[in-house]
């Protein structure tokens, strides 16, 4: 073989494996808006009840090269700890959340983003008193950047008991 033939296929190999570096760079699996919808919560906070008094410590980060929030949840008083994943699920195309506790707990739930709040749902579920509840977990981002958590329950569409309401301030 030539020279000249050599510094040519020389050159179209190098020239393919650049193109293909580059094509797995530019690939984003998890970069859409949709994707994107609740890094608004992501960071470390402090978190305060509606009193304002210190009630825990949370850090959501983004984890799996973007594709999933994870939250680390403390109580203030520490004995109470808890985790959460959250992701987009293209498939259904709805954010869904895993929460697992300390004390064996766990909720499972799943919405969108609208407007500045993410809204999540669990499945309805039947009460030790024989009627059928949800939750509804709603997380607005505030103009001044906080983020406010509100869970409630709800019955027959109507709210029937507030679990918590918390506001995330960052940290500094």
């Known amino acids: 073989m030539s020279g000249y033939k050599i510094f040519f296929l020389i050159a179209f190999v190098l020239w393919g494996s650049c193109a293909a570096v580059s094509a797995q760079e530019d690939a984003c699996s998890c970069c859409s808006d949709s994707h994107k919808a609740f890094d608004f ?8 009840d509606t009193e304002g008094s210190i009630v825990g410590r949370n850090r959501i980060e983004k984890v799996e090269n973007g594709c999933v ?12 700890s808890g985790t959460s ?23 499972k739930l799943k919405g969108n983003k609208l407007e500045n709040q993410m809204i999540l749902t669990s499945d309805d ?6 009627n059928t509840y949800k939750n509804r977990l709603t997380w607005t981002l505030n103009e001044n950047g906080t983020v406010r958590q509100l869970w409630e329950v709800l019955h027959d569409g109507k709210v029937s008991n507030v679990v ?9």
């Open 41 to 48: 919560w992501v960071g470390t906070w402090k978190v305060t």
């Open 69 to 80: 929030l994870r939250e680390h949840w403390t109580s203030s008083k520490g004995n109470f």
């Open 85 to 107: 994943l959250n992701f987009y699920n293209t498939k259904i195309q709805q954010w869904e959340q895993l929460w697992v506790d300390n004390l064996g707990n766990h909720l």
């Open 125 to 130: 579920f039947v009460h030790a008193d024989g």
């Open 164 to 172: 918590f309401d918390g506001l995330y301030t960052r940290n500094e």
